[in-house]
């Protein structure tokens, strides 16, 4: 089984950045958003991205001008914008990265199961929920996988490739054939919550938000504690605003109502407090630092 027609639900920060390695990756993608505005911002994010790593692939002397042009023409050529998830029904595989919401996901599985050609394959990016639930929900959990990417998409190395006790081998396969010309290395995980890295992951960084409502340290010391002394390339709070502190919150929360038995799992207040402050971290302007794009302000 080999992917060729790629379908991306959602174009923020997740799904443009699968759009955009699916795509150089050879792969013809439909991307599908709720509203012309989204879809494109995150084309012009893109846009903006794909021109970035040509040109610095000219500077370390692995593509000519032309090559890197190619690149980029060549890249935003093989994908198409819509509004309607009818665009995607020939598409042999099918991601979602929308919106952290079980129900909402279930949803959108439900939907895309009427609509898809029998074969086409569906993966979720869920950070978190159980593939399963959204496996049987699609109506075909056979061709079900999780497929976790890691933000920035396109800089990031790694995709988590989930299989549940239903998904077929052949499914599997394709999954982690298509990681890998997505650029990425593959590992496989079970449907366990969080997968490997946000199993340890999220927790770490709960850790240091409660240190840091503590006052054991500040945000500054906490995070270059980790960059210097474990040779992290940012530190939790810094990678906390990375991330998202919604984000980070839909997942504890998730988790706390499923295991609340689990000490890993808990919500730290000031995460609460934040976010309900509106202030979601670099996508925002402001989470644990203030934001100017890219940059700490
Ligand atoms: N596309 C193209 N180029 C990009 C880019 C993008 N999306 N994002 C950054 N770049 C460029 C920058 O512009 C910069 O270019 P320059 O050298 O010309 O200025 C270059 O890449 C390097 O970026 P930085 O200057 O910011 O330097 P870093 O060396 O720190 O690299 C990083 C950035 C790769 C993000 C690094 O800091 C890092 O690895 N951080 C940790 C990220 C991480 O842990 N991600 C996982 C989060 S968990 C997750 O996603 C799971 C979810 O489910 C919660």
Redesign the pocket.
């Known amino acids: 089984m080999k992917i060729q027609k790629v379908g991306v639900v959602g174009c923020g920060l997740m799904g443009h950045?699968i759009v955009q390695v699916a795509a150089q990756g050879g792969c013809d993608v439909v991307v599908v958003e709720a509203e012309q505005g989204f879809l494109d911002k995150g084309l012009g994010?893109i846009e903006?991205?794909v021109t970035?790593?040509s040109q610095?692939l000219v500077e370390k002397g692995k593509k000519t001008e032309e090559q890197a042009q190619e690149m980029v023409t060549g890249t935003l050529g093989r994908i198409t914008g819509s509004l309607d998830k009818a665009d995607l029904a020939d598409c042999d595989l099918v991601v979602d990265a929308i919106v952290e919401n079980l129900e909402i996901k279930k949803a959108l599985f439900a939907e895309l199961g009427g609509i898809c050609k029998p074969e086409t394959v569906f993966a979720s990016n869920t950070?978190?929920f159980p593939i399963g639930e959204m496996a049987d929900a699609s109506g075909r959990p056979d061709r079900f996988v999780g497929l976790?990417?890691?933000?920035?998409?396109?800089?990031?190395r790694l995709v988590e490739v989930v299989r549940t006790e239903s998904t077929d081998e052949d499914v599997f396969a394709a999954a982690r054939a298509f990681g890998e010309a997505c650029g990425k290395t593959p590992v496989s995980c079970k449907d366990t919550p969080g997968f490997v890295?946000?199993r340890l992951?999220?927790p770490y960084m709960t850790q240091a938000l409660l240190m840091l409502d503590r006052g054991d340290a500040s945000r500054e010391d906490i995070d270059a504690a980790m960059q210097l002394g474990c040779g992290?390339?940012?530190g939790p709070l810094t990678?906390t605003d990375?991330?998202g502190l919604d984000?980070?919150l839909f997942?504890l929360q998730g988790w706390k109502e499923r295991y609340p038995d689990e000490p890993a799992f808990e919500v730290p207040a000031i995460l609460e407090k934040l976010v309900a402050e509106g202030k979601l971290g670099r996508k925002t302007g402001e989470g644990f630092y203030k934001w100017d794009g890219?940059k700490k302000a």
Request: proline share 6%.
């Open positions: 950045g994010r903006k991205s970035k790593l610095k950070s978190s976790h990417f890691f933000n920035p998409v396109q800089l990031m890295v946000n992951l999220v992290h390339p940012m990678l990375y991330v984000t980070t997942i890219d």
